[in-house]
């Protein structure tokens, strides 16, 4: 299973909007509603920010947002702050019953 | 409290083998799959595999880059499951963490801190 494609970086200024694109195949991100994504700043643990392709857990703030279209998922940041520099890692489950993760994307608050 | 704390990591040499371990509390372990998740220094997350519950077997399903060199168990009376690495070699240097999900609830909501593996002569 090869990891999913996600640009290296992205970058925005206070209050715009970035969108972090997650592209996988049919047999993963295509295949399921089950894309989540990771927030990970550096130096600390994973955190989960979006599940099943558009749910937000408690406590994300709802400038975090996902959607799908075929086998393209995709995470927007609204409104951007300093503490969204961070990276970013979507995640499909797999036709394998696997998981796969994205190569990961550095977003930069100018 | 929901707990999640790998142990075991360390300086190994090439070749040999070391077992990981997490311990969880604040939960019922017994009802979710665990897995494990890897990251190379200054690189991105990696899925190793997960260990299904024993409702459904407990079976196993690892990611084909480590597959045959290791392998997931669990011990759900001390809230225990394990990553069994065999035949390390120097890639496998990384920091790994455990996290869990439960079936058909497709995401990892907690995670451990992480435990640094160096594979090195």
């Known amino acids: 299973q090869s990891a999913l494609t996600q640009p290296r970086s992205v970058s925005g200024s206070p209050g715009q909007s970035v969108t972090i694109s997650c592209t996988g195949t049919s047999s993963d991100v295509g295949g399921y509603n089950y894309v989540s994504w990771y927030q990970q700043h550096p130096g600390k643990v994973p955190k989960l920010i979006i599940f099943d392709v558009t749910k937000r857990p408690s406590g994300v703030p709802d400038r975090f947002s996902g959607s799908k279209s075929d086998n393209t998922a995709s995470l927007t940041i609204s409104g951007l702050q300093a503490e969204d520099e961070a990276d970013y890692y979507c995640?499909?489950?797999?036709?394998?019953?696997?998981?796969?993760f994205g190569t990961g994307t550095e977003v930069t608050v100018l | 409290e929901v707990q999640v704390v790998e142990s075991g990591g360390g300086l190994v040499q090439p070749g040999r083998s070391l077992r990981l371990s997490c311990s969880t509390s604040?939960?019922?372990?017994?009802?979710?799959?665990i897995n494990w998740v890897r990251q190379a220094p200054g690189k991105g997350l990696e899925w190793l595999g997960f260990i299904r519950t024993k409702t459904y077997g407990g079976t196993t399903e690892c990611a084909a880059s480590v597959k045959g060199r290791f392998s997931i168990s669990r011990d759900d009376s001390k809230g225990i499951a394990y990553l069994q690495m065999n035949n390390l070699k120097t890639e496998d240097t990384a920091v790994y963490y455990c996290t869990r999900h439960r079936h058909a609830y497709n995401w990892f909501d907690y995670w451990g801190p992480g435990t640094l593996v160096t594979v090195s002569s």
């Open positions: 604040g939960f019922t372990i017994g009802d979710y799959l």
């Open positions: 995640c499909s489950f797999a036709v394998t019953s696997t998981f796969v």
